[in-house]
């Protein structure tokens, strides 16, 4: 109960959400949103690739080559780039693959 009182009669900047100025902040702020990424990991993977679109480009071998991002991290950095968000979208993406997949078959 004390702590809103702290607050009360001073600008709302304090406790807001401070905006990444710089593009290393940025994508380390991009790169945190996957869980167990931090700061130094974003670091590390920014000074191994030099941008952002090269690390969601990387292919996982390469990522695996990166000081201290194991393969649990590779692995959520990798699905966080190159699978779909949504559950349906990715159902519908399984779908498309099967009747494909069974269009091929039946062309044999």
């Not at 690739?49 to 393969?71: H, K, N, Q, W, Y």
């Not at 990798?78 to 078959?105: C, N, T």
């Amino acid at each position: 109960m004390s702590t809103p009182k702290v607050f009360e009669g001073r600008d709302a900047t304090i406790i807001q959400r401070k905006e990444k100025d710089t593009y290393p902040e940025q994508v380390a702020d991009a790169l945190a949103a996957v869980r167990s990424v931090n700061k130094t990991d974003a670091e590390q993977l920014l000074s191994q690739f030099g941008s952002f679109r090269g690390i969601v480009s990387a292919r996982m071998d390469e990522l695996t080559l990166c000081p201290g991002i194991g393969d649990k991290k590779v692995r959520r950095l990798y699905d966080a780039f190159h699978k779909p968000f949504s559950s349906l979208a990715s159902k519908k993406r399984k779908e498309q693959e099967a009747v494909r997949k069974a269009g091929k078959d039946n062309a044999l």
